[in-house]
């Protein structure tokens, strides 16, 4: 070969190579410098955000935080319409503002106010417009949709597993992608481990920065994972005493009809034909077990759909919570308990009890299920899949690791759709649930039109 051959054609193909070598080596983990500022309230409002009442048809709850200097809130709403001037008949109403003064705790080191209101006697199927401020310094408007009054109206909802790692760099893409694939989601289940330090400042501002406007458009339902809780100071720590993150109940205003002591971590919602629970798998399990029993003999929804965050059958090995079990399963199997949502596990899991391979009365029992228990992870933070559910009597029909997830549930009538997607909107795994009369639901398995499973060997 000539020397000049080979810098014309071969020597460009040489070093093509020798890059995309070094473009595919897996390049260390170096974690992001954010501006260091950036978490600090100010005088006009952030971390806007909406959560429902108990009745979603009539009711929302509104939530910002502004600096000390803003002693006064208000909430201007309307019925929105294609009118710029939709604005013309608002009603604007005064919020209540709490102190926040975290400036002893570390890592929080924070003085602000929130402002909430609770509004209700909202028209059903609705889509309101509203913003918030102190009557000078204004959000923008954001819309928001009651639910309907038609009970069997089909309606969807998003649901993720743990954010709580890399929450700005990679939960953002998460929420982003599920918001684009269900933009006209009804509310948003958290099931826990939203952040990873309870009262850090810098990782709630990487919550609410990384969910953006979706938060102050889309209902939140948040359940408090183990992240949650943590000792505030030494005095604490030396107790042993770890408390909710201090930010959840001034910047969440959720339904208060949970037990005394757990108001905003244990609460329920009735959107149409489904109850939607949050239960705090943290504390006080019997406690909210005779809460639970009480609520659920008084249900007459359709659907039940519980979140919690430890999950009753565990993803990954070494993780059980056989407590849970003991204390809150034989309620979900007497009350017939459709869907559990659950995270903690940082993998994905999927399955329920002892479907079977009988035949009974010409049913292939496979083809029914009691409660469909879900495990999932949005963040970046992943565990191996491992746990072994068939001496649990239960059965694992769908995996998955390494893989950030989002759900989006539709109910409409009868039926009950499940999704899961990847980070990319990929479909991951699926499956319908069905209604009958008086027995336990039909179960359909849909994970056939899903991408193959991501496990990396065999468990
Ligand atoms: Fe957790």
Partial sequence: MKINTFFYFLAPVFLLGLSFTAFSQTAPYKEPKF??????PSVYPDRIILNFGEHP??????????????????????????????????????????????REIETAEVLAHYHSLEIDKLEPATKYGYRVGDGERWSEWFQFETASADTEKEFSFLYVGDAQNYILELWSRLIREGFKTAPDAKFFIHAG????????????????????????????????????????????????????????????????????????????????????????????????????????????????????????YSASSGRDNATLREIWKPIFDKYHVDLALQGHDHSYARGRVSPGENVLEGVNLRDQTGTVYVVSVSGGKMYEVGGDWTELGATKDRSGENTQLFQVITVKGDHLLFESYTAIGELYDSFELIKTENGPNKF????????????????
């Avoid at 501006?35 to 600090?40: N, P």
């Avoid at 006064?72 to 102190?99: C, H, L, M, R, Y």
């Avoid at 398995?445 to 468990?459: C, F, G, H, M, W």
């Fill in 35 to 40: 501006h260091s500022d950036w978490s600090k």
């Fill in 57 to 102: 048809e009539s009711q929302i709850g509104i939530t910002w935080r502004t600096n000390s200097e803003i002693d006064s809130g208000f909430v201007e709403i309307a019925k929105a319409s294609g009118d710029p001037k939709f604005w013309q008949n608002k009603k604007t109403i005064p919020a209540n503002t709490g102190v926040f003064d975290a």
């Fill in 444 to 459: 359909i398995e849909l994970r056939a039109k899903a991408i193959d499973e991501r496990v990396s060997q065999e468990k």
């Fill in 193 to 312: 481990d939203l952040i990873n330090t309870a009262h850090k400042e810098q990782d709630w501002h990487e919550w609410f920065t990384a969910g953006g406007f979706i938060h102050s458009m889309i209902p939140s339902l948040p359940t408090p994972g183990n992240h949650e809780y943590r000792a505030k100071d030494s005095l604490e720590n030396i107790q042993k005493i770890r408390s909710l993150s201090l930010q959840w109940q001034p910047q969440f205003t959720l339904p208060k009809n949970g037990p005394e002591g757990l108001e905003e971590t244990v609460y329920y919602m009735d959107y149409q034909d489904a109850r939607i629970i949050s239960l705090n798998s943290n504390r006080d399990l019997e406690i909210q077990a005779e809460w639970l029993e009480s609520l659920l003999q008084k249900t007459k929804q359709k659907w039940i759909i519980v979140t919690y965050h430890h999950p009753m």
